[in-house]
């Protein structure tokens, strides 16, 4: 069998890769045998698999793979989303060797897509932060400067595409997950609408409907017929987002239907120092949208910063601590501060001093964020802002081996931006325009609840006007 070297490799998307092989061009052996090679030499740099699923994806290959991408290599985040005899630690100590019985939906819908599960990509402790580093397997690297993060939580996923080891990975967004990698890693990516995609076996919501799932990209329409193939209810979901008007690919393949009302803000509601060179990408972003024709202003909605920040440290404590108790009981042992980081700890200890009023409290504050931004939005289609404060941080400032009150400040200085779409339930983007001193700078287009159509259509037509598709890290 010839074999498909690197950069021939490189050179197609995952819709690209699936033409090749339905043609006949190439075989699906042949395709995962380049994904693995490009792996097993790049990843001592970056550190961004976990478990290794060599032997079964070359079955899958050569048994042969159906769907609209078969045999197209592909990676599942090492985080709530289960693969049946796989082991799945979250990035956790404590669920070092937790290994699900089942698929869950999200991974049978990508198995029924043809996506071939080749390996799983590193997470921080249960997607706690915005960096992809823990005790359990070490600190993963952003491709473009391995001195940087390449974001969290879905950094595993982000540092894999970038490298070249796949056209695109499974993600999941809680609060920035998939927009904050794909903004570090130069890379496409949205978070869809609360309701769109599966969440995990027994769950039909993470995080109180924080959580969300997708992928991270190289190109808009990879992500379009990915949420194509991914989304859709499934059973016992106490919500469903809005249908969409088509399909998301063909949103992907054509220019907003008419102008498009854009809002720029360029300040962090909680009021954070934002860094020259985020700002300058945003207002670059705004000066391309004005010159494709669209009606650009500075403008933000109003909302309540200290009560959001409230809620989540509310949510996500008092979930993780949820998730150690549940585990504890499984093992029939009491977890202590080896099973989890130091600033894991303090959200355990956090969430089980919370009561039920202030997770009704939380809830509260989230509907009223979104009552404020749906408002807002009966003026802008749009809300375009950095997604992050600062450039890619250096590894270790926003990881969870500190104390909860010196990581808290670390993340709240560097992501103030991404967490309210999660909050409101609305689908946001990363799109990879600007880039300073060799690293990529990531803008959000927040759009309105269920509206994912309008992303692609506005990122198909800037990916014509400044396309991002060769730019690749110097690995």
């Not at 393949?253 to 020259?276: C, E, F, H, T």
């Not at 009981?329 to 355990?348: H, I, N, P, Q, S």
């Not at 997770?359 to 749906?374: E, L, P, W």
């Amino acid at each position: 069998m010839a074999a498909m070297g690197f950069e021939e490799y490189v050179r197609y998307d995952a819709i690209g890769l699936a033409e090749l092989i339905r043609g006949g061009a190439v075989n699906a052996a042949e395709v995962a045998e380049a994904a693995i090679a490009r792996a097993e030499t790049v990843n001592p740099r970056i550190n961004a698999i976990v478990e290794r699923l060599y032997d079964t994806a070359r079955s899958a290959a050569t048994a042969g793979l159906s769907g609209p991408l078969a045999g197209v290599p592909w990676g599942v985040k090492d985080l709530g989303h289960e693969i049946g005899g796989v082991t799945i630690t979250s990035g956790s100590q404590g669920f070092r060797d937790y290994r699900p019985a089942e698929d869950s939906l999200s991974v049978k819908r990508m198995r029924k897509a043809g996506l071939n599960l080749i390996l799983t990509t590193t997470s921080p402790e249960f997607g706690l932060t915005v960096t992809t580093e823990s005790t359990l397997h070490g600190q993963t690297r952003n491709p473009w400067n391995l001195e940087r993060t390449s974001g969290g939580s879905s950094g595993g996923a982000s540092a894999v595409v970038a490298a070249g080891i796949m056209p695109a990975a499974h993600a999941t967004d809680g609060g920035g997950s998939i927009r904050v990698p794909a903004a570090c890693c130069g890379l496409f990516g949205v978070k869809p609408s609360r309701g769109r995609t599966p969440v995990a076996v027994g769950r039909t919501e993470g995080w109180n409907g924080l959580g969300v799932s997708h992928a991270v990209t190289r190109t808009v329409r990879d992500s379009a017929l990915l949420l194509d193939l991914m989304q859709g209810p499934e059973p016992g979901s106490r919500y469903v987002a809005p249908p969409p008007k088509g399909s998301f690919l063909e949103a992907a393949g054509r220019a907003p239907s008419k102008r498009l009302r854009i809002a720029l803000q360029l300040s962090a509601a909680s009021g954070v120092a934002v860094d020259p060179i985020c700002v300058d990408a945003a207002r670059d972003a705004a000066k391309l949208c004005e010159a494709l024709g669209h009606w650009v202003e500075e403008a933000a909605p109003t909302v309540d910063a200290e009560a959001l920040g409230t809620a989540m440290a509310v949510t996500t404590s008092s979930h993780t601590a949820a998730a150690f108790a549940a585990r504890a009981k499984a093992l029939g042992r009491l977890m202590t501060k080896d099973d989890m980081e130091e600033a894991t700890g303090g959200f355990v200890h956090l969430g089980e001093s919370y009561t039920a009023l202030d997770m009704v409290a939380a809830d509260q504050a989230f509907m009223t964020a979104a009552i404020a931004v749906a408002r807002f939005q009966e003026t802008y289609d749009l809300i375009l802002t950095p997604v992050l404060a600062k450039p890619p941080v250096k590894l270790g400032e926003v990881a969870l081996n500190q104390p909860l009150s010196h990581y808290g400040a670390n993340f709240s200085a560097f992501c103030p931006f991404t967490a309210l779409a999660n909050q409101t339930g609305q689908p946001a983007m990363s799109v990879p325009l600007f880039w300073s001193e060799g690293l990529p700078i990531g803008v959000q287009f927040a759009a309105r609840l269920g509206e994912e159509e309008t992303l692609f259509s506005l990122a198909y037509e800037l990916e014509q006007a400044r396309p991002w598709f060769d730019r690749r890290p110097p690995l």
